[in-house]
């Protein structure tokens, strides 16, 4: 079993950064593909950013240079950086941890960027 928490969401201003954490339980943080996805009142829930056990990382397109995804086995966390925040960056963000007979989601946290 494994259990996921965010943590880092809030209220921001446009332009302005926010750091997303999710800590993991569980002994398959190490080889679990692990992901952020949001979704935004009215849309489907899409990827961010990802990072697989062997660090390959891939990006939305709509986040690429703005956003830097980070793990660290050690200490089972992977972490979002969010900078140059826009207005469509509002949505609930889900951490997520997939193996090959499994997903797991986190409770989500709630990023608004409004001035």
């Known amino acids: 079993q494994v259990q996921l928490v965010e943590s880092g969401g809030g209220l921001v201003q446009p332009g302005g950064s926010l750091r997303l954490s999710c800590a993991a339980s569980?002994?398959?943080?190490?080889?679990?593909?692990m992901g952020w996805y949001r979704q935004a009142p009215g849309k489907q829930r899409e990827l961010v950013a990802a990072?697989?056990?062997?660090?390959?990382?891939n990006y939305a397109d709509s986040v690429k240079g703005r956003f830097t995804i980070s793990r660290d086995n050690a200490k089972k966390t992977v972490d979002l950086q969010m900078n140059s925040l826009k207005p469509e960056d509002t949505a609930v963000y889900s951490c997520?941890?997939?193996?090959?007979?499994?997903?797991?989601w986190g409770q989500g946290t709630q990023v608004t960027v409004s001035s």
């Open positions: 997520n941890a997939r193996i090959p007979v499994a997903t797991y």
């Open positions: 569980g002994s398959i943080f190490s080889i679990a593909a």
């Open positions: 990072v697989t056990g062997g660090g390959r990382i």
